[in-house]
């Protein structure tokens, strides 16, 4: 049973479509992970909201998550160490 009524589990739901669409994609847009949300959790989310959900998993999670001009979309890259 999913739990719909706690903002704070949508929340967690977007953020766990967003890192496994980039990291299981070669290129992953915007568009497309506005697209992937709604289709998975029913929500529409703006541009902006991804914007900050990208900066939060990138800086805060420290997920290697890059945005590629050439590609024009969200890569996943994990640095060779």
């Known amino acids: 049973m999913r739990i ?3 903002g704070s589990y949508i929340m967690f739901e977007r ?3 967003i890192q496994e669409l ?3 994609n070669p290129c992953t847009t915007k568009e497309k992970l506005q697209s992937s949300i709604k289709n ?3 929500i529409e989310v703006s541009i902006p ?3 900050r959900d990208l900066e939060f998993l990138r800086d805060r999670i420290h997920l290697p ?3 590629d001009p050439q590609l024009r ?3 996943w890259r994990e640095s060779a160490k």
């Open 49 to 51: 909201t991804l914007s």
């Open 22 to 24: 980039i990291q299981n």
């Open 40 to 42: 998975q959790i029913g």
């Open 15 to 17: 953020l766990m479509i």
């Open 65 to 67: 998550i890059e945005y």
């Open 4 to 6: 719909r009524n706690c």
């Open 73 to 75: 979309g969200y890569v």
